[in-house]
């Protein structure tokens, strides 16, 4: 319903002033033949020549007025022609105010006075038509009134109406500045929240660690402890990130990782014991930055779930550059202790939405005892 409302709006305002001018133009016709007025004994080459200038003036109505001013006086006062005057007498309605309007007005009495003293000169059926007394009183409601009252009827609609979307935008616009509001102070309550509980926790993990690394004797403590404290503190790192976008004024950037850190991740994973491996097959080339940060997502919950449940599994990370987009695969063997298989959470079932929203596909199932993820991500759309 709503684009043939709008389908039918552009055909109007593109078809709309040539078809107002050929009514107009066949309304001072007939008026001058005498069909819907009195008959005119000018030449028809007079006759065509106004006919012309109405329709001119019909068809440049919505850049100029003048013109439609001119053609409904000469219309009237040489043929008795009504077209013209009531279209000159809706616009003036319609787009005229003030002292502009009271001059159309004041013009008009002179138009009619004019028609009064053309239909005593000429006399006869143009003389009842034009000069009567009644029907001079009918004219003047006809022609100026009616058409005048209605087009300011119209001008007071859409400015009711223009007052009433602007209402409605500056309403949209404060609510949303409200909502902005809320949601800046809801984060920064989360950030202070994250900053006592989490931070502190965190902070007191990587000072144990740091203990325990000086005073353990055993080598195998003392590489645990400080692979604890390592991590601790790029846990710290991240958090101060997060906490930083998280009191952030404007929307929200997360910092994200991308295709670049793919190596620090596969190092951290194989210092915290998982057998990790890296293939690239394929042209590298540059990959717009969305599709880098959900390819790093993919491996880092790949890589989160085999430390899970398949700690002690071989595991492959593959990169596949392809014309059109890039693969990425995720693949561990079998595990000799836990669970056999891990099963696609929660972390997987938000990944999956978020290589969609690229327009690709992400696929978790188990293969061979194992477990293959495999996210394939299309160029066109992130591009």
Partial sequence: ????????????????????????????????????????????????????GS?????????RLWPLFLAAAVGWLVLAAA??????????GLRLRGRQLAGYLAGAALVLGGGVLVGLAVGGVRRITTAATGNVLLLAACLVGLPLVFGLWVRARQDTLAALRDRAERLEREQEARADRVRAEERTRIAREMHDVVAHRVSLMVVHAGALEVTAVDPATVEAAALIRTTGRQALTDLRAVLGVLRQAGPAVTPERGLDALDELIGESRAAGLRVSRQDEGVPTALPATLGRTAYRVVREALTNVRKH??????????????DGLEVLVRNGPSEGGSTLPGAGQGLLGLRERVELLGGRLEATPVDGGFLVRALIPLAVVA
């Fill in 310 to 323: 398949a700690a002690d599994a071989e595991t492959t990370v593959c990169l596949r550059y392809l014309p």
């Fill in 1 to 52: 319903m709503a684009s043939s409302a709008v389908a039918l709006r552009r055909v109007v305002q593109r078809y709309g002033p040539m078809l107002l001018a050929v009514v107009v133009a066949a309304a001072v016709w007939a008026s001058a033949a005498g069909d819907l007025g009195v008959r005119s004994p000018l030449p028809s080459a007079v006759v065509l020549l106004i006919v012309l």
């Fill in 83 to 92: 077209a013209a005057g009531v279209l000159a007498s809706y616009q003036a």
């Fill in 55 to 63: 329709a001119w003036a019909a068809g440049t109505v919505r850049t």
